[in-house]
């Protein structure tokens, strides 16, 4: 399977600032490859919220992570300033692939990206559910590619 290619700033319709912390560094210098999946899902979940479609404590559907990647092209290290690019990639019945580019300081092209894919539950029985319309609503406009099943 051929490398993917680090991608620019413009195929991603969003952008959350993250700052980068002293204790997401590593003893290599570097902020640890664990450290993106968390940045993955602050974009992820802050675009939720501030759409009003998430609700994290108290919500009746809510979206677990089933799969996630990550492709690393440059180090990111504290105190970098990043760009965290968000779009969606599929948007299925319950599921869907979000996929976020991480943009070192105001470099064009994606130091790391990735996707996490939730599959969405009833919070109670944690039986896949349809998307709700508002939800479903609000991640149209992030879709980089009609896909939707």
């Known amino acids: 399977m ?12 969003h952008f959350l600032a993250i700052q980068t912390r002293w204790s997401d560094n590593d003893v290599y210098g570097h902020v640890n490859n664990t450290v993106y999946y968390s940045y993955f899902d602050t974009v992820v979940n802050r675009y939720l919220i501030e759409q009003g479609v998430l609700d994290p404590t108290g919500g009746e559907v809510v979206g677990l992570v089933v799969a996630t990647h990550c492709d690393f092209f440059s180090e990111i290290a504290f105190p970098d300033q990043l760009s965290a690019g968000l779009r969606i990639a599929h948007l299925g019945n319950s599921s869907v692939r979000y996929e976020i580019g991480l943009f070192r300081d105001a470099e064009s092209r994606a130091s790391a990206q990735g996707h996490l894919v939730h ?15 508002p939800l479903r609503d609000a991640l149209v406009p992030l879709l980089s590619a009609p896909d939707t099943d």
């Open 119 to 133: 599959v969405y539950v009833q919070r109670l029985s944690r039986r896949p559910t349809p998307l709700p319309t």
């Open 2 to 13: 051929p490398r993917p290619l680090a991608e620019s700033r413009e195929a991603y319709p």
